[in-house]
């Protein structure tokens, strides 16, 4: 089945649950430099990471100053670090080397906003995933973006543009962006992503999960490869 990244995790229940239901990633938003409900400290997110077994991998949704980054890492070490905020060409590309030093790899977000463009020094999305591919991070991930909401938006992208940065990357590339159980599976079939990342499209409120949407969800992807 598609790799799936469940993310804004903040509790053990949902953690077990996530876990039982077929994730491959696990995503808690630490230290996030912008109000978003999902926000963990370092002790909180500690105590969660401690919770997920292997192989689940678990991914910290962070952004802000190199210095501020490197710390969470060191507190937390994750098995990746999601730069998800405005950091510069520049900043990625020393991150990923130090986190690679950590043995932590690095995912670099590229957000898309209503005009089709990147959050990014570099707004044109390909160009963007052509310069990130000179980088030392792992993977990139396609999401959406309005001023309201830096995350858990709830919007899906125009997945010409995810198709123009897939192509563009020789490195994988997940979708996020308004997946929820009623349209992953075509998404999916249109888009073919490394993987997916749902965060708000399987929750009851912001912070808890919805068992059952979480299932559907989860059942949907393994229908898209029928």
Not at 48 to 53: C, G, T
Not at 161 to 176: D, G, W
Not at 184 to 204: C, F, H, M, Q, T
Request: aromatic content about 4%; proline content about 6%.
């Amino acid at each position: 089945m598609m790799a799936v990244k469940i993310c804004g995790l903040m509790n053990g229940e949902d953690i077990e649950f996530c876990v039982r239901a077929g994730a491959r990633y696990l995503g808690f938003v630490v230290d996030y430099p912008a109000a978003v409900p999902w926000n963990l400290n370092r002790m909180e997110a500690l105590q969660l990471i401690k919770q997920v077994p292997p192989p689940v991998k678990t991914v910290v949704v962070t952004g802000g100053e190199i210095g501020k980054i490197l710390a969470v890492a060191e507190a937390l070490k994750p098995d990746m670090i999601q730069l998800h905020h405005e950091e510069t060409l520049a900043q990625v590309e020393e991150l990923a080397v130090r986190l690679n030093h950590m043995g932590i790899r690095a995912i670099k977000a590229l957000r898309i906003g209503m005009d089709g463009k990147c959050l990014f020094e570099i707004p044109d999305p390909a160009a963007a995933a052509r310069a990130l591919n000179e980088t030392l991070v792992s993977a990139l991930l396609v999401d959406a973006h309005r001023a309201s909401m830096p995350g858990g938006t709830g919007i899906t992208v125009d997945l010409s543009i995810f198709k123009t940065v897939q192509k563009e990357s020789e490195l994988p590339v997940f979708l996020a962006g308004g997946l929820k159980p009623a349209n992953v599976r075509s998404i999916i079939r249109k888009a073919n992503p490394y993987a997916i990342d749902v965060l708000s499209g399987v929750e009851a409120r912001p912070g808890k999960k919805d068992f059952q949407k979480v299932r559907q969800f989860m059942q949907s992807v393994a229908d898209s490869t029928d």
